[in-house]
C-alpha cells in the first residue's frame, strides 16, 4: 500500500526525527528504542510486537520490547493498530496527527496512514456531547487495498 522507493531512506528519515525529538524533550533513544523503531519502520507494513522481539535478539523480552513501543507511541514515533495487533511506524511525525486515519486491508495485512481536515474535531465533538471523556483514539478503516483486488 506503500510507494517508497526505499525503506532505508524512510527508516533513516525517522530515526533522525526520533533523535532530535527526544534532544528537544530531554528523552533517550537508547539503543533499544532505536532498534525497535528501526524494525517498525523498515517495510511501510504493521509488524507484531512477538516480530520485533524475535528480529531484535534471544536476549530481549517481551516487557523491553512493548516498553519501547510505548515509549514510541507516546511520541509520536508508531501507532498501534488495534484490528490487526500490530505496530505502524509513523511517516511524517513532525505533523502531531491531529486528523489521521488508517487504511487497513484485511487481505494482505497492510495499512497506509491518511490525514484529512476535520476528524479530530468530529470525534472530539461527539465525545463531548455524548458527555465522554476521549483519552486517545485510532480511526481504521478496513477492507481491501488496490493490488489485492487486482488479484
Not at 534532544?23 to 519502520?41: A, K, M, N, Q, Y
Not at 511525525?93 to 491531529?98: G, L, M, T
Not at 471523556?133 to 481491501?144: H, L, R, Y
Request: with cysteine.
Amino acid at each position: 500500500m506503500n510507494r517508497c522507493e526505499n525503506h532505508g531512506d524512510c527508516v533513516r528519515q525517522i530515526v533522525t526525527f526520533a533523535e532530535d525529538l527526544c534532544r528537544e524533550r530531554g528523552l533517550r533513544l537508547t539503543p533499544l528504542r532505536r532498534r525497535v523503531l528501526e524494525i517498525v519502520s523498515g517495510g511501510h507494513r504493521p509488524v507484531k510486537a512477538y516480530t520485533v522481539l524475535d528480529a531484535i535478539s534471544d536476549s530481549a523480552r517481551p516487557p523491553t520490547v512493548y516498553r519501547a513501543l510505548d515509549f514510541l507511541m507516546e511520541n509520536g514515533l508508531v501507532h498501534k493498530l488495534h484490528s490487526l495487533s500490530s505496530y505502524f511506524a509513523c511517516f511524517h511525525p513532525a505533523s502531531r496527527h491531529p486528523d489521521c486515519f488508517f487504511l487497513t486491508c484485511s487481505a494482505c495485512g497492510g495499512a497506509a496512514e491518511f490525514c484529512a481536515d476535520g476528524i479530530r474535531e468530529t470525534m472530539d465533538d461527539a465525545a463531548r456531547g455524548a458527555g465522554f471523556s476521549k483519552s486517545g483514539a485510532v480511526v481504521e478503516i478496513t477492507g481491501i487495498c488496490r493490488e489485492c483486488a487486482r488479484g
